[in-house]
């Protein structure tokens, strides 16, 4: 048999087989994009409402993300029970949902980088029906920097892993129970694209929001078939205070942008990036480019970062120390 009757026989099975091929990819690019147009474009906005239980808690609900979920929730006319650290800071945002949106709101001030805070928390949360909980308090680096040479270092890891880890916990805790008897709620815990892979030089924060992602990965499947809702939410660079992002930009989005948009991934995604934008940069860091390189880039990003701050650190230390030296010589003079 030559090659060409060779080909001849297994003419017709490729043709198949590259046809169904071509069928198969054809059907799921089609799937894909008709997933991304129920999320991005149609949305699952409607699903948050006070029917899941007349009360929605947010912590961290004074400022940037937290303080826009609060919104966002008492709008769709929740009330809202807020914690956050600051009680003249939660006056205010309490009293601004009350007056704007017309809801109850109750206040619990605590830090959560103590251990001892939850049974105040717990005093404070008794006899709501729960909802919506949004686990949005966290804490970050000030500055990218080696783990060795993090200041105070003992002290910056327990705070972390209280605010970032242990909060999430217990929060969950606390709440979960009445959402079960009830066989619904919504928990929303708030990660980040730090998260998704190893960040060097904010190695403690990116490890704290990786146990967040798995941990809201592992409760969604444990709890659905009881009707609650798990979601993990991993941003990228929001402009809000933490970020220290002033102008926001199609990727870097206001926090209300941000909000809206994740708001109607909830019941769609159980891990979310929660913006359009977001979820782009999502696929190509942790599918299209190899793991090793968003590491490499991610290290000399920070390193760049943590040369400039200690250089503008450096700059205001001895301005600081020029400034006290002509302070003493005229305190001097005027002695003389």
Request: net charge positive.
């Amino acid at each position: 048999m030559t090659w060409l009757d060779l080909l001849r026989v297994t003419e017709t099975p490729f043709f198949w087989v590259g046809g169904f091929t071509v069928v198969l990819l054809s059907l799921w690019v089609l799937h894909r994009l008709l997933q991304g147009f129920r999320i991005w474009v149609l949305g699952n906005g409607q699903l948050l409402s006070p029917k899941l239980g007349q009360w929605a808690v947010v912590t961290g609900a004074t400022d940037g993300i937290g303080k826009v979920y609060a919104e966002e929730l008492a709008r769709k006319g929740f009330s809202m029970m807020l914690i956050s650290r600051s009680q003249d800071k939660l006056d205010d945002v309490a009293r601004q949902l009350e007056e704007q949106y017309k809801v109850k709101t109750k206040t619990i001030a605590v830090d959560f980088g103590l251990s001892d805070i939850y049974p105040k928390i717990e005093a404070g949360l008794a006899g709501l029906e729960i909802g919506v909980l949004v686990n949005n308090v966290g804490i970050s680096y000030p500055y990218p920097e080696y783990f060795l040479h993090i200041p105070d270092l003992d002290n910056f890891i327990t705070n972390m892993i209280n605010v970032n880890i242990t909060s999430v916990c217990q929060m969950t805790r606390l709440v979960l129970p009445r959402m079960v008897e009830r066989s619904k709620g919504v928990v929303l815990n708030i990660s980040s694209a730090s998260g998704m892979y190893p960040v060097p030089l904010l190695t403690v924060y990116s490890s704290s929001k990786a146990f967040v992602d798995f941990f809201s990965r592992g409760l969604q499947e444990e709890y659905k078939a009881k009707g609650i809702i798990v979601q993990s939410v991993l941003p990228f660079f929001v402009a809000t205070k933490m970020t220290r992002i002033r102008k926001p930009t199609l990727d870097k989005p206001t926090p209300e942008r941000y909000v809206a948009a994740e708001l109607g991934t909830i019941g769609l995604q159980d891990q979310t990036n929660g913006y359009f934008p977001h979820a782009v940069m999502g696929w190509l860091t942790t599918v299209l480019v190899p793991i090793q390189l968003v590491i490499y880039f991610g290290a000399r990003m920070n390193r760049a970062q943590r040369t400039g701050y200690l250089k503008r650190r450096k700059m205001r230390e001895l301005a600081s120390q020029s400034n006290g030296k002509r302070d003493g010589k005229r305190d001097g003079l005027k002695c003389d």
